[in-house]
């Protein structure tokens, strides 16, 4: 019997003998190699059926008129088909809609109301509160006056005394500003800054010696500071 130190001086097995592994799964033994088709399907006989193409009816109705057959020609209906047949019945007590513009008889045109009739004609009249009777006043006999401040404010406000107003569209140019003539610094002003492209070396990570070397206000200082926080006594 093999003792632990000999046991543990054993080396590991090779899990990696078989390279050419043909499956995604762990295969002790590589597959036997095979000379024909690894899959053979056979068709059922609805498999078959169902592949085939549609057949489209290719026949034309030359007329619009459908011959009708013998037996169509002498069929009888019963007297259930005769029953359904038959269109469905008004309701009891319907009326046919009466026309827009229904004439009026003589009785209607000549009648007179009653005295009952022209008392609930009148409008009713709404009762006035107690404490509180005025008289309707017009408005053109209602005392108003503003006060000097609405009348203040109701004044108009006036124009700058140097307002010139909007200029037209079409505005001559002057003698000078055509034949102006820009200086050597317009020029360099105007001129867009010169920026390498990256594959010519230009690095737009690169920090420049002056932010490396400034140093901040005792004002950034301060700002920077986080805020104080209150501390909740136990």
């Excluded at 130190?5 to 295969?27: C, E, G, I």
């Excluded at 088909?81 to 319907?94: E, F, Y």
């Excluded at 005025?134 to 109701?154: N, Q, W």
Aim: glycine share 2%; with cysteine; proline share 11%.
């Amino acid at each position: 019997m093999a003792t632990r130190t000999q046991r543990l001086a054993r080396p590991k097995p090779n899990r990696l003998r078989h390279p050419d592994r043909r499956s995604v799964y762990w295969l002790d033994e590589l597959p036997p190699d095979t000379t024909g088709s690894t899959t053979k399907t056979e068709l059922t006989p609805r498999w078959s059926e169902l592949c085939r193409s549609k057949k489209f009816c290719t026949q034309v109705t030359i007329s619009p008129v459908w011959e009708v057959s013998e037996w169509a020609l002498r069929a009888v209906a019963s007297s259930r088909l005769c029953s359904l047949a038959q269109p469905r019945a008004p309701a009891a007590g319907w009326q046919p809609d009466r026309p827009l513009l229904a004439p009026l008889n003589r009785a209607t045109q000549t009648s007179v109301p009653t005295s009952r009739i022209c008392q609930l004609a009148q409008p009713k009249r709404r009762p006035a509160q107690e404490g509180h009777k005025s008289k309707p006043v017009p408005v053109t006999h209602t005392p108003c006056k503003a006060s000097a401040h609405i009348e203040l404010l109701a004044i108009p406000k006036r124009d700058h005394p140097k307002f010139e107003g909007e200029r037209s569209v079409c505005r001559l140019v002057s003698r000078a500003a055509r034949n102006y003539v820009a200086s050597q610094r317009v020029l360099e002003l105007s001129s867009p800054k010169e920026r390498k492209a990256l594959f010519e070396g230009y690095d737009p990570y690169m920090v420049s010696w002056a932010a490396r070397s400034a140093s901040p206000s005792p004002r950034i200082q301060q700002l920077c500071l986080p805020l104080p926080r209150k501390c909740s006594s136990n």
